[in-house]
């Protein structure tokens, strides 16, 4: 799932042990612009995930990507929501799911060169060229 929001705080981080070693969880909480804006707060596991919040400017536009997730405790559900990806939001411009970019503070979008008979060094980091397309009848489709 994703929203667009404001960023308007960040949340301290907490700092663990378990038996699979040191965890790290932060969070932070953005505004909607909606004709109701909502404030929605966020969680973000893991060192990576932890750093890439802290490195946006507060009040910047922001697109989340994210995972609800509910669990029940004493006969009480609680609801987090997971964030997978944080981004800055640009009107117009596609999610980073679909252009596998990622925003990492004021780092530029990676990218791979052109290996012969790949796709043009434009194109994201791990994103595999498409197939080329068959020549004029020498497709399988039966139209």
């Known amino acids: 799932m994703e929203i ?22 932060g969070g932070f909480v953005i505004e909607t612009g ?6 929605v707060a966020f969680t ?17 536009m922001v697109q989340v990507t994210f995972t609800p997730e ?4 004493n006969d ?9 990806n944080i981004q800055p939001f640009v009107p117009g411009q596609m999610p980073a799911a679909a252009t596998g970019y990622a925003w990492a503070g004021n780092q530029a979008p990676v990218q791979q060169p052109a290996a012969q008979g790949a796709a043009p060094a434009t ?21």
């Open 4 to 25: 667009t929001g404001k960023l308007i705080q960040i949340l301290p981080d907490v700092q663990g042990e378990s038996q699979r070693g040191p965890w790290i969880r």
């Open 34 to 39: 909606d004709d109701y804006p909502r404030k």
């Open 44 to 60: 973000a596991f893991g060192e990576q995930r932890v750093a890439m919040v802290k490195n946006i400017p507060m009040g910047q």
């Open 70 to 73: 509910s669990r029940e405790f």
């Open 76 to 84: 009480k559900w609680y609801t987090d929501l997971r964030c997978s």
């Open 123 to 143: 194109q994201p980091a791990g994103f595999a060229s498409a197939p080329a397309m068959p020549a004029a009848g020498e497709d399988d489709l039966p139209f």
